[in-house]
């Protein structure tokens, strides 16, 4: 049989429409390495018995994929990875679903993360960590962790994640695959629970940008059931595939080669551009000057939409449900023993920031920097058609080694969140590996809308390296971690 570790999904596909592969060699394989390795990695927490079917013929028909536990299907238990829902089902389905299934997928398992998108490391889940198949002593990122892991150790072969701040790229990058974060309001958010209504996005996780790119094909579109998603024609993603890119002109904003870089990660970066540049891809380097206050401004916005959304979780209407005798001691006790410490820390966060006498200072100011840090990116697309940078400023980092620092694990997503708050698509993909083995991951940002310059530079560089082809060394582990 064909060694489907080497094969991208949509080599998979064909294979089986070419009879070269059958529909049951390819599920007992993807179930055999979820069965051996998932009790390691803790990736998803939930594999359907029964998966949920499509009917279509698209190119990724009959696959199997993996969903964020932030997004609605229809009858199945979501959770958000968090115990103030441990006992919900969803009750509709998310549009991005839907779209799956009419394109001939199986919806097959729901993805471990962090607790309502909140983290950077899937360690704040109620689950438990993930782990990282390159290294189990070590975080995949997030929030989309499990995504990227289960994607990184082939116990599918692609995943859904959301990004609000870098929660598909940054566990993209640390686990050795693509995450794909497309322009706000190109996919629609219907179905998603909201951490942040202005900044989440739903996007794929995948082994390639040939996969990357057919899977954006199927779930982009505007969609009636979300006010965000934009009015706009969704091309064919895969005709950007292997195209010319030597007209293209790329940027590298000063400010993302500063201190707090890892080497290894730097000089990884300066290989990608040293493969563009002989490819005639042009340099120019800009400045994103108001980048230094874009993790300020992030985690208040970010955390005062999520105080709003999160004010829905209160007892009453979904989940959890603690003992009382009266309604201020339902709130109060249902709250504190459903949400963890890091949900607790953004709803203190951003309820203070929406506070009167403080809304002004932090919530409105907040607002007026992100204009300012959405101007610098219009500024430099005037004289780039996209901009490479680092994805995260290291490798990943140990369990637990950050659990007890917040700002220094808010700023792992330092390169990230400015793509989030001027609403910009952006990519990160496998690049290199550290001394030690540990995948690094580049990012390219594009224009608003301009997915398809990424695909083109994304695949260009996919033709001549095989960083995406690298599989992790796993190692079985037969106990889980929540277990």
């Given amino acids: ?43 998803l927490i939930e594999v ?31 959770t958000c990875a968090s115990k103030i829902l441990s006992s919900h089902r969803a009750v509709y389905e998310a549009t991005v679903i839907s779209k799956l299934k ?43 962790g499990g995504s990227a892991a289960a994607v990184s150790a082939r116990l599918l072969p692609f995943a859904l994640g959301s990004d609000t701040g870098g929660s598909i790229r ?27 209504s202005s900044l989440d996005q739903i996007g794929p996780i995948t082994t390639s940008f040939i996969d990357c790119a057919h899977l954006l094909n199927i779930i982009c579109g505007h969609d009636a059931k979300d006010s965000t998603s934009a009015k706009i024609d969704t091309p064919d993603f895969s005709k950007s595939l292997n195209c010319d890119c030597s007209q293209i002109k790329i940027g590298l904003p000063k400010e993302y080669f500063a201190k707090g870089l890892e080497p290894e990660v730097k000089t990884a970066i300066e290989g990608v551009k040293s493969y563009f540049a002989n490819k005639k891809i042009k340099f120019i380097e800009i400045s994103l000057p108001h980048t230094e206050y874009a993790v300020a401004t992030y985690y208040i916005i970010g955390s005062s939409e999520a105080s709003s959304n999160l004010q829905r979780f209160d007892g009453i209407r979904y989940g959890l449900r603690s003992g009382c005798s009266n309604l201020e001691e339902l709130y109060t006790k249902t709250r504190s023993q459903g949400f963890g410490p890091e949900a607790k820390r953004r709803i203190f966060l951003g309820t203070y920031s929406l506070s009167s006498g403080y809304y002004d200072a932090y919530y409105v100011q907040a607002l007026k920097v992100r204009r300012l840090i959405k101007e610098d990116f219009d500024s430099a697309f005037k004289e780039v058609d996209a901009i490479l940078t680092p994805t995260s400023p290291s490798t990943a980092f140990k369990i637990g080694e950050k659990t007890n620092d917040p700002l220094s694990m808010y700023l792992s997503d330092i390169y990230t969140i400015s793509v989030n708050l001027a609403g910009l698509p952006a990519v990160s993909f496998p690049c290199g590996f550290s001394k030690n083995n540990l995948p690094i ?3 390219l940002i594009g224009k608003a809308f301009d997915e398809e310059t990424l695909i083109k530079l994304g695949s260009c560089f996919e033709e001549g390296s095989d960083y995406h082809k690298q599989i992790p060394p796993l190692v079985v582990n037969k106990k889980n971690s929540h277990e």
């Fill in 1 to 43: 049989m064909l060694d489907l570790t080497q094969l991208n999904a949509k080599d998979i596909a064909l294979a089986l429409k070419e009879a070269k592969l059958t529909k049951d060699e390819v599920s007992s394989f993807f179930k055999k390495r979820i069965d051996e390795f998932n009790p390691s990695l803790n990736s």
């Fill in 48 to 78: 359907f018995k029964e998966p949920d079917k499509g009917e279509g013929s698209s190119a990724l028909a009959s696959l199997g994929i993996a969903i964020k536990d932030n997004i609605c299907i229809k009858g199945r238990k979501i």
């Fill in 102 to 144: 009419q394109a001939g997928l199986e919806i097959a398992a729901r993805a471990n993360m962090d607790e309502f998108a909140f983290g950077s490391s899937t360690e704040t889940s109620c689950y438990g960590p993930t782990k990282n198949p390159w290294d189990l002593e070590r975080v995949v990122g997030g929030s989309s």
């Fill in 170 to 196: 940054q566990p993209a990058s640390l686990c050795g695959v693509v995450g794909f974060k497309p322009t706000y309001g190109r996919v629609s958010r219907y179905g998603l629970i909201a951490f942040g």
């Fill in 441 to 443: 991951g580049a990012q």
